[in-house]
C-alpha cells in the first residue's frame, strides 16, 4: 500500500487522519500525515491493520446485501458515536466507522433509504 492508497483507504472507511492515527497507527496525527503525504514509509502494521479495516468493510456489505439481494434497503445511519453506541454495547470508532462507510455504499448506488 502505498501513501495515496492509504489516504483513499482512509477516506473510504469515513476515518478522520486522527482517528486512523489514534486507533490504527497508535501514532500521533503528525506521523499519520507523514504517512499519507509520503514522507515517511507506511509500516507494515498499519498497511496490515487497513487492509484488515477494508475486508471487514467488504464482509459487512455482502452481509447487507444477502438481506435483500435485488430489493431497497431501509438501512440506519448512525450519524454521532453516541447514537452508534446506544444500538450497540459494545461500539467502537472502528465499528462506528465500518457501519457508516457500507451503509454509505448502499447509499451511494441508490439501494437504500435510511431510518
Known amino acids: 500500500m502505498n501513501n495515496k492508497e492509504l489516504q483513499a483507504a482512509r477516506k473510504l472507511l469515513m476515518l478522520e487522519a486522527s482517528e486512523a492515527a489514534e486507533f490504527i497507527g497508535n501514532v500521533s496525527v503528525r506521523s499519520w500525515q507523514y504517512w499519507e503525504t509520503g514522507q515517511r514509509t507506511i509500516p507494515a502494521d498499519v498497511i496490515d491493520r487497513m487492509g484488515d479495516l477494508l ?48 451503509v454509505a455504499h448502499f447509499v451511494g448506488s441508490g439501494r437504500a433509504e435510511l431510518a
Open 55 to 102: 475486508r471487514m468493510r467488504g464482509d459487512m456489505i455482502r452481509e447487507i446485501e444477502s438481506t435483500a439481494p435485488s430489493g431497497q434497503l431501509q438501512l440506519r445511519y448512525f450519524g454521532s458515536l453516541g447514537e452508534f453506541k446506544s444500538a450497540h454495547a459494545d461500539g467502537t470508532v472502528l465499528g462506528w466507522r465500518l457501519h457508516q462507510s457500507a
